[in-house]
Protein backbone atom coordinates (compact mmCIF):
# COMPACT_ATOMS: atom_id res chain seq x y z
CA UNK A 1 0.00 0.00 0.00
CA UNK A 2 3.22 2.42 0.94
CA UNK A 3 5.01 1.09 -2.57
CA UNK A 4 1.81 2.19 -4.42
CA UNK A 5 1.03 5.38 -2.88
CA UNK A 6 4.80 6.36 -3.37
CA UNK A 7 4.27 5.95 -6.74
CA UNK A 8 0.92 7.91 -7.12
CA UNK A 9 3.09 10.54 -5.86
CA UNK A 10 6.03 9.89 -8.05
CA UNK A 11 3.66 10.09 -11.34
CA UNK A 12 1.84 13.86 -9.94
CA UNK A 13 5.14 14.71 -9.55
CA UNK A 14 6.08 13.91 -13.46
CA UNK A 15 2.97 15.06 -14.44
CA UNK A 16 3.70 18.67 -13.22
CA UNK A 17 7.29 18.51 -14.43
CA UNK A 18 6.41 18.48 -17.64
CA UNK A 19 3.46 20.80 -17.44
CA UNK A 20 6.15 23.35 -16.55
CA UNK A 21 8.64 21.63 -19.03
CA UNK A 22 6.31 23.30 -21.30
CA UNK A 23 6.68 26.32 -20.00
CA UNK A 24 10.19 26.19 -19.97
CA UNK A 25 10.30 25.37 -23.75
CA UNK A 26 8.37 28.39 -23.91
CA UNK A 27 10.94 30.61 -22.48
CA UNK A 28 13.35 28.77 -24.36
CA UNK A 29 11.79 29.73 -27.49
CA UNK A 30 11.73 33.40 -26.26
CA UNK A 31 15.89 33.36 -26.35
CA UNK A 32 15.33 31.69 -29.78
CA UNK A 33 12.86 34.59 -30.87
CA UNK A 34 14.68 36.87 -29.91
CA UNK A 35 18.36 35.73 -30.14
CA UNK A 36 18.92 33.04 -32.13
CA UNK A 37 16.91 33.76 -35.22
CA UNK A 38 18.46 37.26 -35.56
CA UNK A 39 21.85 36.29 -35.01
CA UNK A 40 23.04 35.76 -38.29
CA UNK A 41 21.06 39.32 -39.01
CA UNK A 42 23.26 40.69 -36.60
CA UNK A 43 26.28 39.59 -37.84
CA UNK A 44 25.65 40.88 -41.31
CA UNK A 45 24.74 44.56 -39.64
CA UNK A 46 28.27 44.20 -38.41
CA UNK A 47 29.77 43.01 -41.87
CA UNK A 48 30.63 39.73 -41.31
CA UNK A 49 32.04 37.53 -44.42
CA UNK A 50 30.03 34.69 -45.42
CA UNK A 51 32.78 32.70 -44.09
CA UNK A 52 32.73 33.88 -40.79
CA UNK A 53 28.88 33.99 -40.99
CA UNK A 54 28.87 29.49 -41.91
CA UNK A 55 31.67 29.38 -39.06
CA UNK A 56 29.17 31.16 -36.66
CA UNK A 57 26.63 29.12 -37.38
CA UNK A 58 28.84 25.92 -37.49
CA UNK A 59 31.86 26.14 -34.92
CA UNK A 60 29.74 26.68 -31.82
CA UNK A 61 27.21 23.69 -32.36
CA UNK A 62 30.59 21.27 -33.42
CA UNK A 63 32.44 22.04 -30.23
CA UNK A 64 29.55 22.27 -28.20
CA UNK A 65 28.81 18.37 -29.41
CA UNK A 66 32.32 17.55 -28.17
CA UNK A 67 31.52 19.16 -24.50
CA UNK A 68 28.21 16.71 -24.39
CA UNK A 69 30.87 13.59 -24.36
CA UNK A 70 32.41 15.54 -21.38
CA UNK A 71 28.68 15.95 -20.07
CA UNK A 72 28.34 12.39 -20.36
CA UNK A 73 30.11 10.96 -17.57
CA UNK A 74 29.13 13.80 -14.77
CA UNK A 75 25.24 13.08 -14.76
CA UNK A 76 27.00 9.50 -12.69
CA UNK A 77 28.39 11.57 -10.06
CA UNK A 78 26.32 14.70 -9.94
CA UNK A 79 22.42 16.03 -9.76
CA UNK A 80 20.99 16.14 -13.62
CA UNK A 81 18.99 18.93 -12.39
CA UNK A 82 21.58 20.82 -11.13
CA UNK A 83 23.76 20.41 -14.22
CA UNK A 84 20.58 21.62 -16.30
CA UNK A 85 20.58 24.86 -14.58
CA UNK A 86 23.85 25.71 -14.33
CA UNK A 87 24.38 24.95 -18.07
CA UNK A 88 21.21 27.07 -18.43
CA UNK A 89 21.94 30.23 -16.71
CA UNK A 90 25.59 30.23 -18.09
CA UNK A 91 23.94 30.34 -21.33
CA UNK A 92 21.66 33.33 -20.45
CA UNK A 93 24.71 35.29 -19.38
CA UNK A 94 26.10 35.19 -22.52
CA UNK A 95 24.02 37.05 -24.88
CA UNK A 96 25.16 40.25 -22.46
CA UNK A 97 28.96 40.02 -24.07
CA UNK A 98 27.35 39.22 -26.94
CA UNK A 99 25.88 43.21 -26.43
CA UNK A 100 29.22 44.13 -25.76
CA UNK A 101 31.36 42.87 -28.66
CA UNK A 102 28.60 44.83 -31.02
CA UNK A 103 28.86 48.26 -28.75
CA UNK A 104 32.79 47.59 -29.53
CA UNK A 105 32.39 47.53 -33.24
CA UNK A 106 29.71 50.36 -33.64
CA UNK A 107 30.82 52.63 -31.16
CA UNK A 108 34.44 51.78 -30.60
CA UNK A 109 35.40 51.03 -33.98
CA UNK A 110 36.57 47.60 -32.90
CA UNK A 111 38.77 45.84 -35.94
CA UNK A 112 36.31 43.75 -38.22
CA UNK A 113 38.38 40.70 -37.69
CA UNK A 114 38.45 40.52 -34.28
CA UNK A 115 34.87 41.48 -33.93
CA UNK A 116 33.95 38.36 -35.75
CA UNK A 117 36.56 36.36 -34.13
CA UNK A 118 35.01 37.69 -30.52
CA UNK A 119 31.51 37.20 -32.34
CA UNK A 120 32.66 33.43 -33.04
CA UNK A 121 33.82 32.85 -29.73
CA UNK A 122 31.37 34.57 -27.65
CA UNK A 123 28.30 32.48 -29.39
CA UNK A 124 30.10 29.30 -29.22
CA UNK A 125 30.33 29.71 -24.84
CA UNK A 126 26.77 30.31 -25.70
CA UNK A 127 25.90 27.54 -27.22
CA UNK A 128 28.36 25.36 -25.46
CA UNK A 129 26.18 26.31 -22.14
CA UNK A 130 23.60 24.89 -23.84
CA UNK A 131 24.98 21.63 -25.07
CA UNK A 132 27.25 20.50 -21.78
CA UNK A 133 24.08 20.24 -20.18
CA UNK A 134 22.19 18.41 -22.68
CA UNK A 135 22.78 14.59 -22.01
CA UNK A 136 21.87 15.40 -18.33
CA UNK A 137 18.85 16.99 -19.79
CA UNK A 138 17.75 14.26 -22.48
CA UNK A 139 18.34 11.55 -19.77
CA UNK A 140 15.81 13.42 -17.85
CA UNK A 141 13.42 13.90 -20.01
CA UNK A 142 13.74 10.21 -20.23
CA UNK A 143 13.03 9.23 -16.91
CA UNK A 144 9.86 12.06 -17.12
CA UNK A 145 8.28 11.33 -20.40
CA UNK A 146 5.24 8.64 -20.81
CA UNK A 147 5.31 6.17 -23.60
CA UNK A 148 3.86 8.55 -26.08
CA UNK A 149 6.75 10.75 -26.73
CA UNK A 150 5.81 11.91 -29.81
CA UNK A 151 2.47 12.96 -28.57
CA UNK A 152 3.85 14.97 -25.68
CA UNK A 153 6.75 16.62 -28.00
CA UNK A 154 3.96 17.20 -30.72
CA UNK A 155 2.17 19.35 -27.71
CA UNK A 156 5.06 20.69 -26.49
CA UNK A 157 6.74 21.62 -29.71
CA UNK A 158 3.45 23.78 -30.51
CA UNK A 159 3.44 25.64 -27.22
CA UNK A 160 6.79 26.70 -28.40
CA UNK A 161 5.90 27.06 -31.47
CA UNK A 162 3.29 30.05 -30.44
CA UNK A 163 5.97 31.48 -28.45
CA UNK A 164 8.69 31.50 -30.90
CA UNK A 165 6.17 33.15 -33.58
CA UNK A 166 5.44 36.06 -31.31
CA UNK A 167 8.49 36.51 -30.43
CA UNK A 168 9.73 36.85 -34.17
CA UNK A 169 6.76 38.96 -34.96
CA UNK A 170 7.82 41.65 -32.02
CA UNK A 171 11.72 41.22 -32.57
CA UNK A 172 10.60 42.17 -36.38
CA UNK A 173 8.76 45.25 -35.21
CA UNK A 174 11.32 46.63 -32.76
CA UNK A 175 13.80 46.14 -35.26
CA UNK A 176 12.05 48.27 -38.00
CA UNK A 177 11.56 50.96 -35.66
CA UNK A 178 15.53 51.38 -35.97
CA UNK A 179 17.20 52.61 -39.27
CA UNK A 180 20.30 50.81 -40.59
CA UNK A 181 22.54 53.13 -38.90
CA UNK A 182 21.40 52.39 -35.40
CA UNK A 183 20.34 49.07 -35.68
CA UNK A 184 22.75 47.78 -32.98
CA UNK A 185 20.27 49.38 -30.37
CA UNK A 186 17.24 47.19 -31.89
CA UNK A 187 19.95 44.18 -31.73
CA UNK A 188 20.90 45.16 -27.93
CA UNK A 189 16.78 45.20 -26.83
CA UNK A 190 16.88 41.59 -28.99
CA UNK A 191 19.25 40.07 -27.12
CA UNK A 192 18.54 41.32 -23.78
CA UNK A 193 15.13 39.89 -24.26
CA UNK A 194 16.69 36.44 -24.39
CA UNK A 195 18.78 36.74 -22.09
CA UNK A 196 15.74 36.98 -19.51
CA UNK A 197 13.93 34.13 -21.57
CA UNK A 198 16.60 31.91 -20.78
CA UNK A 199 17.33 33.18 -17.38
CA UNK A 200 13.16 32.23 -16.44
CA UNK A 201 14.10 28.98 -18.58
CA UNK A 202 16.32 28.50 -15.75
CA UNK A 203 14.38 29.45 -12.93
CA UNK A 204 11.73 26.76 -14.14
CA UNK A 205 14.03 23.89 -14.40
CA UNK A 206 13.61 24.87 -10.75
CA UNK A 207 10.09 23.61 -10.67
CA UNK A 208 11.03 20.05 -12.18
CA UNK A 209 10.87 16.46 -10.45
CA UNK A 210 14.48 14.96 -10.68
CA UNK A 211 13.64 11.01 -10.61
CA UNK A 212 16.48 8.92 -9.33
CA UNK A 213 18.40 7.99 -11.71
CA UNK A 214 19.30 4.11 -12.11
CA UNK A 215 22.62 3.29 -14.19
CA UNK A 216 22.71 -0.53 -14.68
CA UNK A 217 26.43 -1.37 -14.85
CA UNK A 218 27.84 -2.06 -18.39
CA UNK A 219 25.73 0.90 -20.00
CA UNK A 220 28.75 3.07 -21.60
CA UNK A 221 30.72 2.58 -24.49
CA UNK A 222 33.02 4.52 -26.01
CA UNK A 223 32.59 7.04 -28.95
CA UNK A 224 34.79 4.38 -31.48
CA UNK A 225 32.93 1.61 -30.51
CA UNK A 226 29.90 3.58 -30.84
CA UNK A 227 31.60 4.37 -34.52
CA UNK A 228 33.14 1.47 -35.36
CA UNK A 229 29.59 -0.47 -35.30
CA UNK A 230 27.47 2.00 -36.93
CA UNK A 231 26.99 0.12 -40.40
CA UNK A 232 25.58 -3.01 -38.21
CA UNK A 233 22.74 -1.09 -35.94
CA UNK A 234 19.60 0.97 -36.81
CA UNK A 235 20.58 3.42 -34.99
CA UNK A 236 23.79 3.81 -36.02
CA UNK A 237 22.64 4.09 -39.42
CA UNK A 238 19.65 6.54 -38.50
CA UNK A 239 22.79 8.52 -37.39
CA UNK A 240 24.46 8.00 -40.94
CA UNK A 241 21.48 9.44 -42.59
CA UNK A 242 21.02 12.31 -39.95
CA UNK A 243 24.29 13.40 -40.51
CA UNK A 244 24.61 13.43 -44.17
CA UNK A 245 21.09 15.13 -44.46
CA UNK A 246 22.40 17.57 -41.95
CA UNK A 247 25.71 18.11 -44.36
CA UNK A 248 23.08 18.48 -47.37
CA UNK A 249 21.07 20.75 -45.49
CA UNK A 250 23.82 23.23 -43.81
CA UNK A 251 25.28 23.84 -47.42
CA UNK A 252 22.87 26.42 -47.73
CA UNK A 253 20.39 26.77 -44.53
CA UNK A 254 22.94 29.32 -43.10
CA UNK A 255 22.78 31.61 -45.99
CA UNK A 256 18.85 32.00 -46.59
CA UNK A 257 19.17 35.13 -44.47
CA UNK A 258 21.86 36.72 -45.73
CA UNK A 259 20.63 36.11 -49.33
CA UNK A 260 17.81 38.33 -48.22
CA UNK A 261 19.71 40.46 -46.58
CA UNK A 262 22.73 41.50 -48.91
CA UNK A 263 21.22 40.03 -52.43
CA UNK A 264 17.45 41.17 -52.40
CA UNK A 265 17.84 44.09 -49.82
CA UNK A 266 15.13 42.98 -48.08
CA UNK A 267 14.43 45.45 -44.84
CA UNK A 268 14.04 44.00 -40.80
CA UNK A 269 10.41 43.56 -41.09
CA UNK A 270 10.49 41.92 -44.43
CA UNK A 271 12.61 39.18 -43.25
CA UNK A 272 11.13 38.69 -40.55
CA UNK A 273 7.95 38.12 -42.58
CA UNK A 274 9.34 35.04 -44.53
CA UNK A 275 11.37 33.59 -41.55
CA UNK A 276 7.43 33.50 -39.56
CA UNK A 277 5.94 31.50 -42.20
CA UNK A 278 7.98 28.55 -41.47
CA UNK A 279 7.57 28.88 -37.61
CA UNK A 280 3.91 29.45 -38.54
CA UNK A 281 3.30 25.97 -40.47
CA UNK A 282 5.66 24.44 -37.90
CA UNK A 283 3.58 25.52 -34.93
CA UNK A 284 -0.19 24.42 -37.23
CA UNK A 285 1.05 21.18 -38.42
CA UNK A 286 3.43 19.54 -35.29
CA UNK A 287 -0.09 18.37 -33.50
CA UNK A 288 -1.27 16.41 -36.85
CA UNK A 289 2.22 14.86 -37.37
CA UNK A 290 2.27 13.85 -34.07
CA UNK A 291 -0.78 11.82 -34.55
CA UNK A 292 0.25 10.98 -37.85
CA UNK A 293 3.40 9.20 -36.44
CA UNK A 294 1.62 7.60 -33.59
CA UNK A 295 -0.32 5.65 -35.82
CA UNK A 296 1.75 4.64 -38.86
CA UNK A 297 5.22 5.26 -36.94
CA UNK A 298 8.29 7.36 -37.33
CA UNK A 299 10.01 5.81 -39.93
CA UNK A 300 6.96 6.67 -42.52
CA UNK A 301 7.12 9.95 -41.18
CA UNK A 302 10.75 10.76 -42.34
CA UNK A 303 9.86 9.14 -45.85
CA UNK A 304 7.21 11.32 -46.66
CA UNK A 305 8.64 14.44 -45.48
CA UNK A 306 12.22 13.36 -47.00
CA UNK A 307 11.02 13.10 -50.01
CA UNK A 308 10.25 17.08 -50.01
CA UNK A 309 12.71 18.32 -48.24
CA UNK A 310 15.05 18.51 -51.56
CA UNK A 311 12.37 21.13 -53.09
CA UNK A 312 13.04 23.88 -50.85
CA UNK A 313 16.04 24.94 -51.65
CA UNK A 314 15.17 24.29 -55.38
CA UNK A 315 12.48 26.69 -54.77
CA UNK A 316 14.53 29.07 -53.74
CA UNK A 317 16.89 28.65 -56.47
CA UNK A 318 14.17 29.57 -58.92
CA UNK A 319 13.14 33.07 -57.01
CA UNK A 320 15.05 35.40 -59.38
CA UNK A 321 12.97 34.52 -62.13
CA UNK A 322 9.77 36.04 -59.37
CA UNK A 323 11.74 38.92 -58.18
CA UNK A 324 11.99 39.93 -61.95
CA UNK A 325 8.30 40.94 -62.01
CA UNK A 326 8.00 42.54 -58.79
CA UNK A 327 9.55 42.62 -55.07
CA UNK A 328 6.18 42.09 -53.28
CA UNK A 329 5.34 39.41 -55.63
CA UNK A 330 9.04 37.95 -54.32
CA UNK A 331 8.33 38.66 -50.82
CA UNK A 332 4.61 36.54 -51.02
CA UNK A 333 6.22 33.79 -53.12
CA UNK A 334 9.31 33.12 -50.65
CA UNK A 335 6.51 33.44 -47.87
CA UNK A 336 4.65 30.29 -49.47
CA UNK A 337 8.51 28.61 -50.01
CA UNK A 338 8.94 29.27 -46.77
CA UNK A 339 5.49 27.78 -45.24
CA UNK A 340 5.85 24.37 -47.09
CA UNK A 341 9.19 24.33 -45.84
CA UNK A 342 8.19 25.17 -42.06
CA UNK A 343 5.08 22.26 -42.77
CA UNK A 344 7.84 19.03 -44.07
CA UNK A 345 10.30 19.75 -41.35
CA UNK A 346 7.80 20.24 -38.78
CA UNK A 347 7.25 16.33 -39.55
CA UNK A 348 10.60 15.51 -40.28
CA UNK A 349 12.15 17.00 -37.37
CA UNK A 350 9.71 15.69 -34.67
CA UNK A 351 10.01 11.94 -36.20
CA UNK A 352 13.39 12.38 -36.09
CA UNK A 353 13.86 13.77 -32.87
CA UNK A 354 11.36 11.33 -31.05
CA UNK A 355 13.28 8.28 -32.98
CA UNK A 356 15.98 7.84 -30.59
CA UNK A 357 13.41 7.33 -27.24
CA UNK A 358 12.33 4.32 -29.44
CA UNK A 359 15.55 3.59 -30.21
CA UNK A 360 17.45 3.15 -27.24
CA UNK A 361 17.47 2.10 -23.60
CA UNK A 362 16.57 5.16 -21.49
CA UNK A 363 20.14 4.07 -19.47
CA UNK A 364 22.22 4.85 -23.03
CA UNK A 365 19.49 7.57 -24.32
CA UNK A 366 21.98 10.10 -23.12
CA UNK A 367 24.76 8.10 -24.49
CA UNK A 368 23.92 7.14 -28.12
CA UNK A 369 22.37 11.11 -28.31
CA UNK A 370 25.39 12.73 -27.78
CA UNK A 371 27.27 10.26 -29.74
CA UNK A 372 25.14 11.24 -32.65
CA UNK A 373 24.50 15.07 -32.13
CA UNK A 374 28.94 14.74 -32.50
CA UNK A 375 28.39 13.38 -36.39
CA UNK A 376 25.74 15.64 -36.93
CA UNK A 377 27.61 18.47 -35.99
CA UNK A 378 30.16 17.59 -38.16
CA UNK A 379 27.90 17.10 -41.26
CA UNK A 380 26.25 20.87 -40.38
CA UNK A 381 30.71 21.92 -40.36
CA UNK A 382 31.46 20.51 -43.52
CA UNK A 383 28.18 21.61 -45.25
CA UNK A 384 28.19 25.14 -44.14
CA UNK A 385 31.84 25.34 -44.58
CA UNK A 386 31.51 24.71 -47.93
CA UNK A 387 28.58 26.57 -48.60
CA UNK A 388 30.59 29.63 -47.00
CA UNK A 389 33.31 29.11 -49.34
CA UNK A 390 31.53 28.63 -52.70
CA UNK A 391 29.46 31.96 -51.83
CA UNK A 392 32.20 34.08 -51.07
CA UNK A 393 33.28 33.03 -54.74
CA UNK A 394 33.21 36.42 -56.93
CA UNK A 395 31.64 36.20 -59.90
CA UNK A 396 28.84 33.71 -61.63
CA UNK A 397 29.46 30.04 -60.93
CA UNK A 398 28.24 27.95 -64.31
CA UNK A 399 26.53 31.24 -65.17
CA UNK A 400 24.28 31.99 -61.82
CA UNK A 401 25.65 33.70 -59.03
CA UNK A 402 27.06 31.89 -55.73
CA UNK A 403 24.19 32.26 -53.53
CA UNK A 404 21.80 30.33 -56.23
CA UNK A 405 24.79 27.39 -56.90
CA UNK A 406 24.86 26.56 -53.29
CA UNK A 407 20.50 26.15 -53.35
CA UNK A 408 20.78 24.09 -56.03
CA UNK A 409 23.67 21.91 -54.63
CA UNK A 410 21.76 21.58 -51.38
CA UNK A 411 18.53 20.65 -53.08
CA UNK A 412 21.13 18.02 -55.19
CA UNK A 413 22.27 16.43 -52.47
CA UNK A 414 19.40 16.40 -50.37
CA UNK A 415 17.24 13.98 -52.99
CA UNK A 416 20.64 11.65 -53.41
CA UNK A 417 21.04 11.31 -49.76
CA UNK A 418 17.60 10.79 -48.74
CA UNK A 419 16.81 8.51 -51.39
CA UNK A 420 19.70 6.25 -51.00
CA UNK A 421 19.42 5.81 -47.05
CA UNK A 422 16.11 6.32 -45.81
CA UNK A 423 15.34 2.53 -47.19
CA UNK A 424 17.44 1.03 -44.40
CA UNK A 425 16.15 2.53 -41.50
CA UNK A 426 13.48 0.27 -39.62
CA UNK A 427 10.56 1.34 -37.32
CA UNK A 428 11.35 1.27 -33.94
CA UNK A 429 7.43 1.83 -32.43
CA UNK A 430 5.97 -1.16 -31.58
CA UNK A 431 2.52 -0.46 -32.55
CA UNK A 432 2.27 0.82 -36.01
CA UNK A 433 -0.55 1.03 -38.68
CA UNK A 434 0.60 -0.46 -42.01
CA UNK A 435 1.23 2.54 -44.57
CA UNK A 436 -1.40 1.98 -47.08
CA UNK A 437 -3.69 4.24 -49.42
CA UNK A 438 -6.82 2.89 -47.81
CA UNK A 439 -5.49 3.17 -44.00
CA UNK A 440 -3.95 6.67 -44.82
CA UNK A 441 -7.57 7.86 -46.10
CA UNK A 442 -9.30 6.23 -42.83
CA UNK A 443 -6.66 8.60 -41.08
CA UNK A 444 -7.71 11.60 -42.24
CA UNK A 445 -11.52 10.66 -42.27
CA UNK A 446 -10.85 10.10 -38.83
CA UNK A 447 -9.50 13.26 -37.86
CA UNK A 448 -11.10 15.91 -40.18
CA UNK A 449 -13.99 13.97 -38.20
CA UNK A 450 -13.13 14.23 -35.21
CA UNK A 451 -12.21 18.05 -35.42
CA UNK A 452 -15.30 18.72 -36.87
CA UNK A 453 -17.28 17.03 -33.75
CA UNK A 454 -14.90 18.58 -31.15
CA UNK A 455 -15.41 22.15 -32.74
CA UNK A 456 -19.59 21.64 -32.70
CA UNK A 457 -19.15 20.64 -29.09
CA UNK A 458 -20.82 17.06 -29.52
CA UNK A 459 -19.61 14.08 -27.93
CA UNK A 460 -19.19 10.23 -29.72
CA UNK A 461 -21.41 8.17 -27.81
CA UNK A 462 -19.75 4.73 -27.31
CA UNK A 463 -22.11 1.41 -27.44
Known amino acids: ?37 YLTPYAVSMNLSNTFISL ?18 IIEKRSRKKIVIS ?55 RDLIPKDAVSYFGKRNSAVG ?5 SLLLAGAILSVF ?113 FADKFGNINVIKLCGFFIFLVPLLWFVSPLIFIQSKSFLILYLFLVEFFSGFVWAGFDLSTGTFAYYAVTKERLPLCSTYMN ?29 FLFIFLLSAIMRFIVIQSLVSKLKETKKEVTEFKRDKIKEFFVGLISKEMNQGLGTKRIVD
Not at 87 to 97: E, I, N, T
Not at 208 to 231: A, R, V, W
Not at 243 to 254: C, E, G
Open 1 to 37: MGEEKINFEEEKLKKKSLKYSIYEGSSFSLMDGFGSR
Open 56 to 73: LSTIPNFIGSLLQMKGLR
Open 87 to 141: GVLFQAFMWLPLIGVGAAYFFLNLNILISSILLVLIYTLLVAGGSFSGPAWSSWM
Open 162 to 166: VVSLA
Open 179 to 291: NEDKSFFGFAILFFIAFLGRSLSGYLFTKHYEPKLEIKEGYYFSFFDFFKKMPKNNFGRFTIFSSLVTFATAIASPFFAVYMLRELGFSYFEFTLIIISSIFANFIFQPFWGK
Open 374 to 402: VLISIGSFFGALLGGIISSSPGLIFGISA
